[in-house]
């Protein structure tokens, strides 16, 4: 089995979860006490969102890039980074590796092209939404995207940073959620991603079907993990 390398803490909430599927995944893969090899590092998460929101996003790509150089160090034969936004700075990252990253949009972009999705919604922070940097590694796949109007773009992004990150789960939000996926269904979309790590944490089931780009990225690794 080879380690596999996360660079996590954006947020503590992904981080838990990206740990407890992986060792779901190689608990039923494998059987009895089987677990995976992990090499970690989590950076604090508070820095981090300091940096995005004053777009000081090379600073914030050379504290990740650090943080994954520890993980190569540490023995992992692969990186994953368990958040979506944060591969704005993929490059940087990858730059300084001389071992595997996985990117979490190309994961997904394979689970949507493995259905023949043609159109997807997309929901994630901000940043996810609003800029080039994800949308386009899926539409290179041939996939067009479409994402929720300001307003609810707005919406999104609030729950994610002010609940879930935090680790609040709210029925109202929930609600809202729900409803902005169907107005993404009405806009052509065929599935919707859930891009930002912690959302399956608010999302289990929609009018459309649901990508949820934790579980995909952890399947992914544990199939590299075992390859």
């Known amino acids: 089995m080879k380690n596999i390398g996360i660079l996590g803490g954006m947020s503590l909430e992904s981080t838990l979860l990206y740990c407890e599927q992986a060792n779901k995944l190689i608990n039923k893969k494998l059987g009895g006490l089987h677990s995976p090899k992990i090499v970690m590092y989590t950076v604090d998460f508070a820095e981090i969102e300091k940096l995005q929101y004053s777009g000081e996003w090379e600073k914030a790509g050379n504290v990740l890039r650090e943080a994954a150089k520890s993980i190569e160090a540490g023995g992992a034969d692969f990186v994953i980074m368990a958040t979506n936004t944060m591969h704005k700075v993929a490059g940087k990252i990858v730059d300084g590796l001389k071992i595997p990253f996985i990117h979490i949009g190309s994961a997904t972009a394979k689970a949507l092209l493995k259905d023949k999705v043609k159109t997807v919604g997309l929901l994630g922070t901000k940043f996810t939404m609003e800029e080039d940097f994800y ?35 709210l029925e109202s939000s929930a609600q809202e959620y729900q409803r902005i996926i169907n107005t993404l269904k009405d806009s052509g979309a065929e599935a919707v991603i859930l891009g930002c790590t912690e959302i399956g944490m608010l999302v289990k089931s929609a009018s459309l079907p649901i990508y949820d780009t934790t579980l995909i990225h952890v399947e992914t690794a544990v199939n590299e993990a075992l390859s």
Do not use: F, Q, T
């Open 135 to 169: 949308k386009k590694v899926i539409e290179e796949a041939g996939i067009k995207v479409v994402v929720p109007n300001a307003e609810d773009r707005k919406i999104v992004n609030s729950v994610i940073y002010d609940e879930l990150c935090k680790g609040k789960v």
